[in-house]
């Protein structure tokens, strides 16, 4: 029997080594159970609700199918399943579990892995990415009761499976939450870099019948996703960026691949970092709504987002890598914004959830208020809080001298960092050094794979790419 790990944000596993039919079944069955067993514990909050699951798939190889799996599973256990007939983005499955009022969810994606992995997200019935708990929880449900199957035709005819697209009503909240008559209006030529994923189509949709232009790139369904890896990072936009040369626009936005995570270039296919994406929205809810709450982000995100809290009065909350930490603040309620490195990002009364379509369109928003370029608004940024540089290495790492070197590294810290001497030492999600000047050095292990992220923030890409070198150097101590 293969081992069964949750990681930052769910299982993910190669497709037909681990990420089999059968494991897709036992992890449902071991998910169904536990949902079960909260619906009868009396300190759960999901006492007396109907046993109602929704279960999503994007566009990977045989994802489909793994979703029919699972929904096999829970309408066997007596579940009530909302089935998605096609490829939808993870936001509009997190939005049904809390729309619909179901106990959870499951998004069958491997986000922005490789081709070759699939995924099993699970999804709490508040409509975001359940906790460690619950996934360590759920993990000790596996294999205590053999798997039971109900044929999916079946499933449907005893209407314990219903088909449903569940975008419909996702897209409607999104027109609540930004003000979508001023976009609607505001003549925006944008494009949409889908990067082969599912949120294909979804700004043509939304935007139908508006003054707006949209131009989706890498739209196409490929499970290949066109020899890259479907993550909102420059190396994978080469296609767009030609075609951006060539036809400029006003914006090209980013999706990842199950569209839960939003990117960015300009519209000549100028790379934009999604740290700039986060101080412009940071900007736009703080300074064009009025709005107030605090800023939730992750430890990796840029140090301008500390100096603009400082400066427009917001309190400041940091977390660990891992949008459920996010989510878990975001749940507190009184929150702005949420966000992370990796281009996440959740907006208070909607779902405490990253939804890359919902930045898109906040993006959109900011834009025909302005009515200047995004090149603009970035340089106002940096001329006010300073320029901020950024770079990250993915370095293979054994996982069994990890916790070793994460050791090291928090009782040996450097002096200074570069020029500038060492402020703080944080070490309760692998461990990062921030200097006085606010740059900083980080190492951190991916939660799945011998895999130790190296993160570096500093005014120059020539100091980058020093903190990035003295990362690796650390590295080689242990």
Request: hydrophobic residues 40%; proline residues 4%.
């Amino acid at each position: 029997m293969a081992q069964i790990k949750f990681g930052t944000d769910g299982w993910r596993a190669v497709i037909a080594e681990d990420f089999t039919f059968n494991n897709v079944a036992r992890v449902s069955q071991a998910t169904a159970d536990y949902w079960k067993s909260e619906i009868g514990n009396r300190k759960s909050e999901i006492v007396g609700r109907e046993l109602k699951a929704v279960i999503g798939y994007d566009r990977r190889f045989l994802s489909d199918a793994f979703a029919k799996c699972a929904a096999e599973v829970f309408a066997a256990n007596d579940y009530h399943v909302v089935l998605t007939p096609e490829p939808t983005p993870t936001p509009s499955v997190s939005y049904a579990v809390k729309h619909l009022g179901a106990v959870g969810g499951v998004m069958i994606t491997a986000s922005h892995n490789p081709p070759v992995f699939n995924g099993f997200k699970l999804k709490s019935h508040y409509g975001g990415s359940s906790d460690s708990a619950t996934c360590q929880v759920i993990e000790g449900f596996l294999d205590r009761n053999p798997v039971r199957t109900l044929k999916l035709a079946d499933a449907i005819k005893a209407k314990q499976v219903v088909v449903k697209d569940v975008r419909p009503a996702h897209y409607a909240a999104l027109k609540k939450l930004v003000d979508f008559k001023l976009i609607a209006k505001s003549k925006l030529r944008f494009a949409h870099e889908a990067l082969f994923g599912v949120g294909a189509g979804c700004f043509e949709q939304l935007l139908a019948g508006t003054t707006c232009k949209v131009t989706t790139l890498n739209g196409a369904h490929d499970p290949l996703f066109g020899g890259i890896n479907p993550e909102p990072i420059e190396k994978n936009y080469a296609r767009s960026q030609a075609f951006l040369r060539k036809h400029p626009h006003d914006i090209c936005l980013v999706t990842d691949g199950d569209a839960d995570r939003v990117g960015g270039m300009d519209g000549r296919g100028n790379y934009l970092s999604t740290h700039q994406l986060i101080c412009l929205l940071l900007h736009h809810l703080a300074i064009n709504r009025a709005g107030k709450g605090r800023m939730i982000k992750a430890l990796t995100t840029t140090s301008m987002v500390d100096k603009m809290c400082a400066a427009y009065g917001l309190p400041l909350v940091e977390t660990g890598v891992g949008f459920k930490y996010i989510c878990a603040e975001m749940l507190k309620g009184d929150v702005l914004l949420g966000a992370e490195e990796s281009g996440g990002i959740g907006f208070p009364g909607h779902i405490p959830e990253r939804d890359g379509i919902a930045a898109g369109l906040m993006l959109l928003e900011m834009l025909a208020t302005e009515r200047v370029s995004v090149n603009k608004l970035v340089a106002r940024l940096e001329k006010e809080f300073g320029p901020h540089r950024y770079g990250r290495i993915d370095t293979h790492f054994p996982l069994e001298k990890r916790g070793a070197l994460m050791e090291f590294l928090k009782n040996n810290p450097p002096a200074k960092l570069l020029r500038s001497p060492l402020a703080d030492v944080k070490s309760y999600d692998g461990v990062k050094y921030v200097a006085a000047d606010s740059s900083w050095l980080m190492l951190r292990g991916s939660g799945t794979e011998p895999i130790l992220r190296i993160y570096a923030e500093a005014k120059t890409e020539a100091d980058v790419k020093k903190l990035l070198k003295l990362g690796v150097a650390l590295t080689q101590k242990v």
